[in-house]
């Protein structure tokens, strides 16, 4: 991935998912798009703002390169799972040891996340060590299984602390 690239994925997916933080809100509470944005503040909702804009961008992206590169999708699954779970980690970990968040420092890790996700997508493209096509069907199922999940839990949180309101 060129770093003109990288830059313009990181714009885009960064403006989207910044953006996205208030879609549901400006809607009226639209139970559509409330499968796809935040409809509360909860960290799982909060991690749509990165999976969502990513797919989004990812599937004009592989359409635009998918000639030219090699083991994209897994590539692209493998970052985003990275990202999310970075998001996830330096959360918890920063609220928990000072038992209180710091609402800049927040949205400062979404796009730190990003970042790492789009360095390790970068990675992953260049070494092509993700190119088979059993990598490639198994990262296709788990962005299917990770979107049901999202849209799933958007209105049947289960009672763990990644989906209450914080």
């Given at each position: ?112 996340a990003l970042f790492i996700m789009l360095a390790v997508k ?45």
């Amino acid at each position: 991935m060129k770093l003109k690239n990288f830059i313009w994925a990181f714009l885009i997916i960064g403006l989207a998912g910044g953006l996205g933080h208030f879609v549901y809100k400006w809607s009226g509470d639209n139970t559509i798009l409330g499968y796809f944005f935040p409809v509360n503040e909860s960290t799982w909702e909060h991690l749509k703002l990165l999976f969502f804009p990513t797919l989004v961008f990812s599937v004009v992206e592989y359409f635009l390169i998918k000639d030219k590169v090699k083991g994209y999708l897994p590539s692209v699954a493998v970052s985003l799972m990275v990202g999310l779970i970075a998001i996830v980690t330096v959360f918890y970990t920063y609220s928990g040891v000072l038992g209180f968040k710091i609402e800049w420092f927040n949205i400062a890790i979404y796009y730190i996340a990003l970042f790492i996700m789009l360095a390790v997508k970068t990675l992953l493209i260049m070494s092509e060590v993700v190119d088979s096509k059993l990598a490639t069907w198994l990262s296709l199922l788990w962005i299917f299984v990770m979107a049901l999940m999202f849209i799933f839990f958007t209105y049947n949180p289960l009672d763990f602390g990644i989906f209450k309101e914080l």
